[in-house]
């Protein structure tokens, strides 16, 4: 894979006070990647494959401004700004599968016997934007500012290309008042209130019209069919942002404290809305719903030792806590099988059944007695249905009827964490500079599908560790049932046995870095050197049993927190050298 970009802005100052200034950039990329499946590695009946897959990416950016600025009377400052930019995505992807290679040494596509498949799929989409800015400031005491946004994207339909997003704020300065300047321990204090409207188009580059794609042959010609539904009255997905803020600074700067507290309100939720299979497609994109965010956020930096050596830290800390507004009809949605939306709750949580255990004997399946004192036991899907055994699950009879179905879902777990944060710090002494960054983040679950998917497979394969405890004989007590080919009783459901703590902390930086001494650089006329070396993603602490506890990759804000396998964060080395002549 290569990858180049560059970026490249020409400014002209027209009068005093008036610039204009023009910003060109790119972005290109090239990925090829092959694989190859020789038939020594495959069971008897299998054949041997090739893999090709090709993605060239490209994106153009170009942005004109123009800036005014002046001052009145010495004390009235403002600035002014209007602006255009144009962007547009290019992606290019290739995947061919060659099928039966004919020898082991040749790997290529060209060494198969037959390609089983060539696609290539083409997606472009463009974003143009119009935008003005006004700030003023007087003394630097009262600050106010005013944004105007005008954004259309080729991913919404021709009445509802365009958004428009205004943003209004306003700060005031305390310490800059002749009254405040008696309080000599604080160094400077605002006050700042803002509220804004933003957009968000994170759907599919055609899902206003429909898509079209092959399907094989049909009379000799290609078949071509639609693979999407066209939704013209697709529009950006909006939200409205209250905040409220305060900064502080102390000792002469030596201690900074910021706070935020904001309200935030998202309405016309893009989504791809799940749909009966019988329509003859899977989703619906469309403006689903709203949904509230507000929360806390909190900042101190100090300067703990101002000495030769130094030593410098930040801490931050925020939570969050989000609800579901509305939803059509106010009815439940489910985005997947793992999560729910319902109004008034927290958005995405897990629903499923929940586990109380596994059955030790046939005989602990006890759900009530009838009058002659016979055992009624609980059953499965219906009042027919099979009865549990030992070894199977226990699970909790929501309505107390002796069934276990879907009457029985409950919540029963939340992705969404308490709170989360980062401690940083940063270390000097002469010439050496070690810098360190934690993150953490607690009181989010997480559902490991991978953990369900190995264990209720009907296939012979590796299973989880968790199968070395599994109930075997009459007796065992363990929470892990037994194992069964098929699972008839589904115990793998999608349930609280596979929901886990996703709290964890990670040093997610750590860097040791060596500036050069000035008399070394002189000889060789270079006029700073340093050399480093770093490490991301160093340590994770936490109970979670999957690969990674930050899991989802999903956009969508009702499905989130499930772990399907998806590739684990890397540790990277790096050393590096920078300089300037």
Not at 29 to 56: C, D, H
Not at 126 to 150: E, H, I, P
């Amino acid at each position: 894979r290569w990858r180049m970009f560059g970026n490249q802005d020409f400014k002209v100052k027209i009068l005093k006070g008036l610039d204009f200034k023009t910003t060109l950039g790119f972005d290109y990329s090239n990925t090829e990647e092959t694989n190859f499946t020789p038939q020594t590695l495959l069971p008897q009946g299998q054949v041997s494959s090739s893999y090709l897959t090709t993605g060239k990416n490209y994106s153009f950016i170009n942005e004109n401004t123009l800036n005014y600025r002046t001052t009145l009377a010495n004390d009235h400052n403002l600035t002014f700004l209007l602006g255009q930019s144009y962007q547009k995505f290019t992606d290019n992807n290739v995947n061919v599968i060659g099928r039966g290679l004919i020898d082991a040494t040749i790997t290529s596509i060209n060494g198969t016997s037959v390609v089983s498949l060539y696609n290539q799929n083409i997606e472009e989409y463009s974003l143009l934007s119009y935008f003005a800015r006004a700030n003023y400031d007087y003394k630097g005491k009262y600050l106010f500012s005013a944004v105007m946004r005008a954004d259309g994207s080729s991913r919404f339909g021709a009445d509802n290309r365009f958004g428009y997003f205004p943003s209004f704020s306003a700060g005031w300065r305390l310490s800059e008042e002749d009254w405040f300047k008696k309080i000599s321990f604080i160094s400077d204090a605002k006050i700042r209130g803002s509220f804004g409207v933003t957009g968000n188009q994170s759907i599919g580059n055609y899902a206003w019209q429909g898509s079209l794609s092959t399907i094989g042959t049909y009379l000799g010609n290609v078949a071509i069919v639609s693979n999407g539904v066209p939704n013209a009255s697709l529009k950006w997905e909006t939200t409205e942002q209250t905040n409220i803020g305060l900064d502080l600074s102390f000792l002469r700067d030596r201690i900074r404290f910021t706070a935020d507290a904001y309200l935030k309100k998202t309405t016309g939720l893009l989504f791809d809305v799940a749909v009966p299979g019988t329509t003859g497609y899977a989703t619906v994109p469309a403006n689903f719903g709203s949904l509230e965010n507000k929360g806390l956020e909190f900042t101190l930096s100090t300067v703990n030792i101002d000495r030769e050596f130094k030593w410098n830290s930040t801490f931050t800390f925020s939570l969050n806590r989000n609800k579901v507004l509305s939803l059509p009809g106010n009815q439940d949605y489910r985005p997947n099988i793992y999560n729910m939306a319902r109004v008034g709750q927290t958005a995405g949580v897990f629903y499923g059944l929940k586990a109380l255990g596994v059955y030790a004997y046939d005989t602990d399946n006890v759900y009530q007695r009838d009058p002659a004192g016979a055992v009624v036991p609980y059953r499965q899907g219906s009042a027919n249905g099979s009865i549990y055994k030992g070894g199977d699950v226990i699970w909790e009879d929501i309505n107390g009827d002796g069934i276990i179905n879907d009457s029985d879902l409950q919540v029963i777990g939340d992705p969404n964490p308490d709170f989360t944060g980062g401690f940083q710090n940063e270390f000097s002494y002469k010439n050496f500079t070690l810098s360190t960054l934690i993150t953490y983040s607690f009181g989010n679950d997480v559902f490991n599908e991978v953990k369900r998917n190995l264990d209720a497979t009907p296939y012979d394969q590796n299973f989880t560790t968790d199968q070395l405890r599994r109930w075997r004989k009459p007796g065992d007590v363990t929470d892990v049932p037994r194992l069964v080919k098929t699972d008839p009783m589904l115990n793998n459901a999608i349930s609280s046995r596979f929901v886990e703590d996703g709290s964890f902390i990670r040093i997610q930086n750590l860097a040791l870095n060596y500036r050069i001494p000035a008399k070394v650089l002189n000889k060789l006329k270079i006029n700073n050197a340093t050399v480093g070396f770093s490490v991301v993603n160093l340590l994770t602490f936490g109970s979670y049993t999957g690969y990674d506890p930050e899991v989802s990759s999903s956009t969508n804000a009702l499905a989130v927190g499930v772990d399907r396998g998806s590739f684990p964060r890397t540790r990277t080395y790096n050393l590096s050298l920078n300089f300037s002549l």
